[in-house]
């Protein structure tokens, strides 16, 4: 079976998606912050719940997020968030017990 050809464009992108994994997972989690956000949809569709915190950031959690089962989300759920400085991005994700 032959293998199609990749072009630029798909390589570049996956250089960039491994590019942004090795970031994530290079930072300690002592330099990670913690925020506490509330779940405000949920799209199974895409593997994808979507958060906001108190200061209206909105952040997205998916299937690379770490320790947090996106199927058991609902709406209104409080989720606490560890992300990364500078170029925000969710690494790790747990539920908070009401």
Avoid at 66 to 91: M, N, Q, S, Y
């Amino acid at each position: 079976m032959l293998k199609r050809p990749i072009n630029r464009l798909e390589k570049l992108a996956r250089a960039k998606l491994r590019w942004r994994r090795l970031a994530a997972a290079r930072v300690a989690d002592a330099d990670l912050i913690r925020v506490e956000a509330v779940v405000v949809s949920c799209i199974p569709e895409f593997q994808l719940v979507i958060v906001r915190t108190l200061e209206q950031d909105q952040y997205a959690l998916t299937l690379d997020t770490a320790d947090i089962d996106l199927a058991t989300l609902h709406e209104g759920e409080k989720v606490a968030c560890f992300i990364t400085p500078g170029w925000p991005r969710v690494v790790r994700a747990e539920v908070i017990c009401p």
